[in-house]
């Protein structure tokens, strides 16, 4: 089962020495040090926005191992009320770096479970405006199509509607009847 949760510095640590120790140390280097580093000063208060942008980073757990399986960075921008997700970074025994792919099946998974979550967790706010997803590569834009053209067929969440703009995934609440 995954599960989504708040990033503490000693999760983060924990998921930089596993996923370099599937990786090795270049190919980590290559694909993520940066993406820690970040999330490290993000989460030592570090990361300003001069819009008053709050950025929040939280992990998806394999609760069968305890293992961070992704990073998830957020933005809640305080202009439009809206949450992006604009990054998720996918862990070493979810993405195959070494090949470049993955199973898109278990991908679009890992990515509806972290979506879920999100929006489950922006329900509870009444001024929220919307999720919206950013598909920054052609992999991750095709899997968002897929969520987002099977969402009420796969979901039974008739709270957030789901369509896609240019490379965003949007969600919006539906109104209430």
Not at 11 to 31: C, H, K, P, Q
Not at 73 to 89: E, P
Request: proline share 2%.
């Amino acid at each position: 089962m995954l599960e989504l949760k708040e990033l503490t510095m000693a999760a983060l640590s924990n998921a930089e020495r596993e996923w370099s120790a599937v990786m090795g140390d270049d190919l980590f280097a290559t694909e993520f040090r940066d993406v820690f580093a970040y999330a490290e000063r993000n989460l030592g208060g570090d990361v300003e926005f001069s819009s008053g942008d709050l950025s929040t980073y939280r992990h998806l757990i394999d609760t069968s191992t305890g293992r961070s399986v992704a990073l998830v960075d957020l933005i809640a921008a305080r202009q439009g009320q809206q949450l992006r997700l604009l990054h998720i970074h996918l862990g070493p025994m979810i993405w195959d770096y070494d090949m470049g792919a993955a199973d898109a099946s278990r991908v679009r998974d890992v990515m509806t479970t972290i979506l879920v979550a999100v929006l489950e967790d922006a329900s509870t706010s009444c001024s929220l405006g919307g999720v919206k997803v950013y598909g920054r590569s052609n992999d991750v834009l095709d899997i968002l199509r897929t969520i987002a053209d099977g969402w009420l067929a796969d979901h039974d969440n008739a709270q957030w509607s789901a369509t896609m703009q240019g490379r965003w995934l949007n969600f919006s609440p539906t109104p209430r009847k």
